[in-house]
């Protein structure tokens, strides 16, 4: 089996890693992404991407907040 590393970027994107052919991104609506000579790309986790699923770098652009961070933030809730 093909090893596929996820790195969660530190408010910034999930990048992928993975030998190619052996990764299939598939979005909500059921549209299948060409991933053809990507071993590795990046996905959008803030939403202000213009080439949606991928990262195009907005999220450096806007002050993206990962939500680990925003949780850590607000402290517990009562």
Known sequence: MAAV?????KNGPYRVEAPEGSVE???AD???YD???K????????????????????HSKIGFEGAEL???????QS
């Open 5 to 9: 590393k996820i790195t969660i970027r």
């Open 25 to 27: 991104l598939v979005d």
């Open 30 to 32: 059921g549209t299948r």
């Open 35 to 37: 991933l053809t000579g």
């Open 39 to 58: 071993p590795a790309f990046s996905l959008c986790r803030c939403g202000g991407s213009t080439n949606k699923p991928f990262c195009d770098g907005t």
């Open 70 to 76: 925003a949780v850590k933030q607000a402290g517990p």
